[in-house]
């Protein structure tokens, strides 16, 4: 079969491929984008209704990445014609000692984020009896929060990488990357197909060790891991007040277990909470289990939302699924060995990337095409970092 010459290949369509293919068909770069699955598919992580974007992290290095996502999620939907990111406050929620909290109010001074710290009396105030928090907690209130609408921003990057001229290909798996005598790579599909390019960005998921280890031996500690998020139904007369819109946050809550959720926007009269974490799996042989520490869930949605949800059960569940570094770092680098700087991996995005799709297909396609992150400080998410622990 003839072979097809590129620029760049992605392989991976989730979110972080598809940002890759528009980054690099706006720069002018003839790009292919592969997915083993169909596009648009629920088997990995870049599916469903909502994620969060917040710029608060324990973090620091995360701070520049997050604030410009939220630029660019603004400027990409601006050319696609339609709204992907829903404006919202966040909050965070902490025992007061707690070193999560902490971290987050030394972050908000250094970056000089507008913040409110809150006692329980205070949030009751704040957010009109919709939160409650135990007395020896606090909480911390900014405004750099919002939704993220997951499946509509995939289909969002893939609609404009095709407006840019990449050639998009679903239901085409990658079996292997082969360093070319000619310079560049080639890619091989499961289907006998080549493609050549100069340059291949590897932005598998909860896939992406698997093909990783296939193409170089390289075992990259990144795990796959299923995790739940569930829907609550608010009670009759209460719904508008946990709407998008309405003043209430999206807000993580950091005690026993770290707990998440959002505004109603994806289903009336439901609002989403799920639990950080998971159970590791092998992504082609997936459990589809049931949700993890569901009654300490029930638990906190009863006292949380001061009984104007019914804690008894969620009404839905959605199965997600993390690819998981052992710090929830992520893996921005090159692959090295014989491929040098020709194939780029993108991975171990564990459960709090997604808000920072734009930026990182921005930050790939440097890679690609400069050999740098064009000043983005990305040290943080080398794969060498792994080596004094694992097999590398």
């Given amino acids: 079969m003839e072979e097809t010459q590129?620029?760049?290949?992605?392989?991976?369509?989730?979110?972080?491929?598809?940002?890759?293919?528009?980054?690099?068909?706006?720069?002018?770069?003839?790009?292919?984008?592969?997915?083993?699955?169909?596009?648009?598919?629920?088997?990995?992580?870049?599916?469903?209704?909502?994620?969060?974007?917040?710029?608060?992290?324990?973090?620091?290095?995360?701070?520049?990445?997050?604030?410009?996502?939220?630029?660019?999620?603004?400027?990409?939907?601006?050319?696609?014609?339609?709204?992907?990111?829903?404006?919202?406050?966040?909050?965070?929620?902490?025992?007061?000692?707690?070193?999560?909290?902490?971290?987050?109010?030394?972050?908000?001074?250094?970056?000089?984020?507008?913040?409110?710290?809150?006692?329980?009396?205070?949030?009751?105030?704040?957010?009109?009896?919709?939160?409650?928090?135990?007395?020896?907690?606090?909480?911390?209130?900014?405004?750099?929060?919002?939704?993220?609408?997951?499946?509509?921003?995939?289909?969002?990057?893939?609609?404009?990488?095709?407006?840019?001229?990449?050639?998009?290909?679903?239901?085409?798996?990658v079996i292997d990357i082969k360093k070319s005598p000619e310079g560049g790579v080639v890619v091989l599909t499961a289907r006998g197909e080549k493609f050549r390019a100069k340059k291949c960005v590897v932005t598998a998921g909860a896939w992406a060790s698997k093909l990783v280890k296939t193409v170089s031996g390289v075992e990259l500690p990144i795990e796959a891991v299923e995790t739940h998020v569930s829907y609550w139904r608010i009670k009759e007369g209460q719904q508008g007040k946990f709407a998008v819109g309405s003043g209430f946050p999206t807000f993580a809550s950091f005690g026993d277990i770290y707990i998440y959720g959002t505004p109603t926007l994806e289903f009336p009269d439901l609002i989403k909470v799920g639990v950080h974490g998971g159970k590791a799996c092998d992504p082609d042989k997936r459990p589809w289990g049931p949700g993890v520490m569901m009654e300490a869930l029930k638990t906190w949605v009863e006292k949380s939302f001061m009984g104007l949800v019914h804690s008894s059960e969620p009404v839905m569940k959605q199965a997600c699924m993390y690819s998981m570094t052992p710090d929830e770092d992520f893996v921005i680098d090159f692959l090295g060995g014989e491929f040098g700087k020709d194939v780029i991996i993108g991975g171990g995005f564990s459960g709090h990337g997604f808000k920072m799709a734009p930026v990182i297909g921005r930050i790939l396609v440097d890679l690609a095409l400069h050999g740098d992150p064009n000043g983005v400080d990305i040290s943080h998410f080398t794969i060498a970092r792994f080596r004094t622990s694992s097999k590398l």
């Avoid at 992907?84 to 109010?105: G, N």
Wanted: charged residues 15%; glycine residues 8%; aromatic residues 12%.
């Fill in 6 to 173: 590129f620029d760049v290949i992605v392989i991976g369509g989730g979110v972080m491929g598809s940002s890759t293919a528009y980054n690099a068909g706006k720069r002018g770069l003839k790009t292919l984008l592969l997915e083993q699955f169909d596009f648009l598919h629920h088997r990995g992580s870049s599916h469903g209704e909502s994620r969060t974007i917040r710029v608060t992290y324990p973090q620091h290095h995360y701070y520049p990445l997050v604030m410009d996502s939220y630029t660019l999620w603004q400027e990409a939907q601006a050319q696609v014609g339609y709204q992907v990111y829903f404006p919202a406050h966040h909050f965070d929620m902490a025992p007061s000692h707690h070193p999560t909290m902490r971290s987050l109010l030394d972050y908000c001074r250094a970056h000089n984020i507008p913040f409110q710290l809150l006692r329980s009396p205070e949030v009751g105030q704040k957010f009109s009896g919709r939160i409650n928090i135990p007395d020896d907690w606090v909480g911390l209130s900014n405004p750099h929060g919002g939704i993220i609408k997951p499946t509509k921003a995939v289909a969002m990057f893939q609609t404009l990488a095709f407006k840019n001229g990449a050639v998009l290909k679903d239901n085409t798996k």
